[in-house]
Nanobody, 110 residues
Framework: VQLVESGGGLVQPGGSLRLSCAVS????????MRWFRQAPGKDLEWVSSIAVGGNTAYTDSVKGRFTISRDTAKNTLDLQMNNLKTEDTAVYYC?????RGQGTQVTVSS
């Protein structure tokens, strides 16, 4: 089982990024999947989740800006992030119930 995040980078406030988590060892649509983030000096924070049935949930601070989805053809978990703010700066992790990836850095700065 392996989770590998990609798509992070440096973006200006108001910009967009799309994170992707490549899943191996199981099918992404057969597991409850989540995105977390950890900003410098802060605790790990839950960002979004998608259930096996497709129901999604978001922390209040990203509602209306972030969209979680699954690509079953590629077996990836994705996070589309729009209208990014400086407070979104963090390392973003995807997670299954039993494992977390290594993370990808997102930096929002002018």
């Amino acid at each position: 089982v392996q989770l590998v995040e990609s798509g992070g980078g440096l973006v200006q406030p108001g910009g967009s990024l799309r994170l992707s988590c490549a899943v191996s060892g199981f099918t992404v649509d057969a597991s409850f999947m989540r995105w977390f983030r950890q900003a410098p000096g802060k605790d790990l924070e839950w960002v979004s989740s998608i259930a096996v049935g497709g129901n999604t949930a978001y922390t209040d601070s990203v509602k209306g800006r972030f969209t979680i989805s699954r690509d079953t053809a590629k077996n990836t978990l994705d996070l589309q992030m729009n209208n990014l703010k400086t407070e979104d700066t963090a390392v973003y992790y995807c997670a299954s119930p039993s494992q977390r990836g290594q993370g990808t850095q997102v930096t929002v700065s002018s």
